[in-house]
């Protein structure tokens, strides 16, 4: 039931950082996947680029490693890994000295896309742009890939694009965030501009909230040191939480087109009200027996960052006058999740007689795990006695909905290097849109580092601190359950 796999241009595609994690765990495990699909055509190359003395051979060795280890049940093609690795090539570099750009300049090739995926610390990228210009590497059709994090406040966001725009247009950077590659992100505006029935009851007259939740198992151990420099507002509020709460909210674009669905992102966090203190709650993860808390992983004793944060939105417009977001995410939660829950009001008035309960409709958009979506009705429960009303999940998930093909689903990396390939920018985080979102969140983090604020602590596996259950208490609300 997959749609059949239409193969990209050929490209070289550089990965600066081809050495590193992310590389090695999402970038190259993923290209392979789009090569084994047919996606990836024969005469394209991956070079890779990193200061490490590594030749070509070298190199494949760690691709083919890092495909074992991270590949999934590709791994085991062994006949197309081989294949897969003779298009790969390496250039030792250093991003801020001289050696190996004119090797690298002598690798690429006419006629074919050129691409650069800055998988590297933002700090190199204005290094890296330089001197892919001053070697006369990229060209007015090159595409730039860049990671977060994008700037750490509005003022380094700012810098960074003041700085790649020196060498690049708009059009030909692609700044990922990795959620907005996944199927049912993408679904979301399937389904919502794709079928007559949701649209029209897409507003503050039917719909009550809207809750979304990104929560992890994980702690911060093993990179606590970086994290405390960030917390959840910077590494997932101000990316991934607010694409997400764009793409619920963004008024219906004229086309699905880059620029159209990036000008109707912007509009939303430009319309976004502050937050008022009382609408946020941080919180920390506390020690569990052995298990060390979140000060203790992010070896700062006195740490007021982040590891969890819930709060209570509003959307300054027409649509969505009165009706709150409530956002949350946070680490050592009970189960990993994500989900965007939009909760329509309840019935004005219920013609069934004794039915007490209070029913409401759910549309469930799941990205992890299982992504699918998931509508709760009111149906009669079965059986006699009279008309009892019980809700039910109508269910769709992926995995079931398409059978075996839902494994053939790409993961979110993969897809989003292939639009990169295709030059289509829809899924990628325009400049102004990532300033926007950082001039709402600036002064919401001024504020709680200038009144000392305290995050509160939360046990391990739970849910995060009670007052973010008390958020939603406050207003006659309850969080959904976080069921991994
Ligand atoms: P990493 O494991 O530390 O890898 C960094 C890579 O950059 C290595 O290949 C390193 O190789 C290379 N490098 C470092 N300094 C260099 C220089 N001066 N010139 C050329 N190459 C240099 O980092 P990572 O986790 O892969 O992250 C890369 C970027 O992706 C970062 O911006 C990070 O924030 C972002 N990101 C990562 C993840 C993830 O899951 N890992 C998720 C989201 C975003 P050499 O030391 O050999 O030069």
Same mark, same amino acid.
């Given at each position: 039931m997959v749609s059949r796999v239409i193969p990209v241009e050929a490209f070289d595609l550089v990965i600066f950082g081809g050495t590193g994690d992310l590389a090695r765990r999402k970038i190259l495990p993923g290209l392979f996947r789009r090569f084994l699909s047919g996606q990836m055509t024969d005469d394209?190359?991956?070079?890779?680029?990193?200061?490490?003395?590594?030749?070509?051979?070298?190199f494949r060795t760690l691709v083919a490693e890092a495909i074992a280890e991270f590949g999934g049940k590709e791994a085991k093609e062994t006949a197309a890994i081989a294949k897969f690795l003779e298009r790969l090539d390496?250039?030792?570099?250093?991003?801020t000295g001289d050696g190996g750009w004119t090797q690298m300049h002598d690798l690429m090739r006419d006629g074919v896309v050129r691409a650069f995926y800055f998988s590297v610390a933002p700090s190199l990228f204005g290094a890296i742009a330089e001197r892919l210009h001053g070697y006369n590497i990229a060209n007015d059709q090159s595409r730039i890939v860049v990671e977060k994090p994008f700037g750490r406040d509005l003022e380094t966001?700012?810098?960074?694009?003041?700085?790649?725009?020196?060498?690049?247009?708009?059009?030909?950077?692609?700044?990922?965030?990795?959620y907005l590659g996944k199927e049912t992100v993408q679904n979301l505006m399937a389904v919502r501009f794709g079928n007559v029935l949701f649209e029209p009851l897409w507003n503050?007259?039917?719909?009550?909230?809207?809750?979304?939740?990104?929560?992890?198992?994980?702690?911060?151990?093993?990179? $606590? #040191?970086?994290? %405390?420099?960030? $917390? #959840?507002?910077? %590494?997932?509020?101000?990316?991934?939480?607010?694409?997400?709460?764009?793409?619920i909210a963004m008024e219906p674009p004229n086309m699905f087109e880059a620029d159209a669905v990036r000008d109707e992102k912007l509009k939303v966090i430009r319309a976004l009200q502050r937050v008022d203190h009382h609408h946020i709650v941080r919180g920390q993860y506390d020690r569990d027996g052995d298990k060390q808390s979140y000060r203790e992983d992010a070896e700062n004793p006195r740490s007021f960052t982040e590891s969890f944060i819930a709060l209570k939105c509003h959307i300054n417009n027409w649509r969505w006058s009165g009706v709150p977001f409530y956002l949350r995410t946070g680490k050592k939660m009970k189960s990993r999740a994500s989900e965007i829950a939009v909760v329509y009001k309840d019935l004005g008035h219920s013609i069934f007689e004794g039915d007490e309960a209070r029913h409401r409709n759910i549309l469930a958009i799941r990205l992890q795990p299982n992504e699918g979506i998931d509508l709760q009705v009111t149906i009669k429960e079965p059986g006699p006695g009279g008309m009892r009303l019980i809700d039910v999940p109508l269910d769709m998930s992926f995995a079931d909905a398409l059978g075996p093909d839902a494994e053939e689903v790409p993961d979110a990396y993969e897809r989003l290097i292939m639009d990169v390939i295709r030059g289509n920018q829809t899924l990628f985080m325009r400049g102004d849109e990532v300033e926007a979102a950082w001039a709402w969140t600036d002064p919401l983090i001024r504020d709680w580092e200038r009144r000392n604020d305290v995050p509160k602590l939360y046990d391990q596996g739970s849910t995060g601190p009670d007052d973010a259950l008390m958020l939603m208490h406050r207003d006659g609300r309850r969080w959904r359950d976080i069921k991994g």
């Open positions: 394209s190359r991956i070079i890779g680029a990193a200061r490490a003395d590594l030749d070509a051979a070298g390496y250039v030792s570099i250093d991003a966001a700012r810098a960074l694009n003041a700085t790649l725009a020196q060498h690049f247009n708009e059009t030909q950077i692609y700044r990922i965030d990795h503050n007259h039917y719909i009550d909230h809207i809750q979304i939740t990104v929560a992890e198992t994980v702690g911060v151990g093993g990179r $606590g #040191a970086y994290y %405390d420099k960030s $917390g #959840a507002m910077r %590494d997932m509020v101000q990316n991934h939480l607010m694409q997400l709460l764009c793409l």
